[in-house]
């Protein structure tokens, strides 16, 4: 197991009328984030930039099935030997 050392910044920001900015340094290789309001709390979170659901029928199972979409509950779930 690895000992790893977080290199903590901290940095005073002023607030303007349109919110306030993050340094681009801060930001290196994050193309999307998350805010949120917790409390006292403002918290940045990276995410990632393409959602997971989009990745679904992206690699699909060929078969002989021709109705596996309407009936796929059928084929999950009934012994088909």
Known sequence: MG???LKKEIMKIKV????????????KGIDEVEIRQ??????????SQQDSIWDL?????SCDIKDGS???????YTNNE
């Open 3 to 5: 000992l790893f050392l």
């Open 16 to 27: 303007t009328e349109q919110g306030l900015v993050i340094p681009k340094e801060w930001l």
């Open 38 to 47: 917790e409390n006292n709390m403002i918290i940045v979170i990276a995410t």
């Open 57 to 61: 029928g992206k690699n699909p199972v």
């Open 70 to 76: 309407v009936n796929h509950d059928h084929y999950l």
